[in-house]
């Protein structure tokens, strides 16, 4: 089983900054691409970020210059550093692992594993 869990979600003035972090567990075999998605009410979920294991990142226009996606391999961990956060910015903020599941005779095809999300809140 793969789990994902963020954190570091919470209310913030505009203009202020917040770190998410994102770590995958379990059974894994390789994370192929870590990335950051989220969802406002009534509106579908987007991706903010992500990032592929050799670090090549892609980013959502509006986020540019402001969110920095970053990676730790060996601790299997995704980062978001949130700077000049808007009250757009308000949102919850799903991990996703597009990772293989290490299975007890042999390794699965990729799958996407997601986190429960944590609540961004940016005031103005």
């Known amino acids: 089983q793969v789990q994902v869990v963020e954190s570091g979600g919470g209310l913030v003035q505009a203009g202020g900054s917040l770190r998410l972090s994102c770590e995958a567990s379990?059974?894994?075999?390789?994370?192929?691409?870590m990335g950051w998605y989220r969802q406002a009410p009534g509106k579908q979920r987007e991706l903010v970020a992500t990032i592929t294991s050799s670090g090549r990142t892609n980013y959502a226009d509006s986020v540019k210059g402001r969110f920095t996606i970053s990676r730790d391999n060996a601790k299997r961990t995704a980062y978001l550093q949130m700077n000049s956060l808007k009250p757009e910015d308000t949102a919850v903020y799903y991990c996703?692992?597009?990772?293989?599941?290490?299975?007890?005779?042999?390794?699965?095809?990729?799958?996407?594993?997601w986190g429960q999300g944590t609540q961004v809140t940016v005031s103005s």
């Open positions: 996703d692992a597009n990772a293989i599941h290490s299975r007890p005779y042999g390794l699965g095809s990729p799958d996407d594993y």
């Open positions: 379990g059974s894994i075999f390789r994370i192929i691409l």
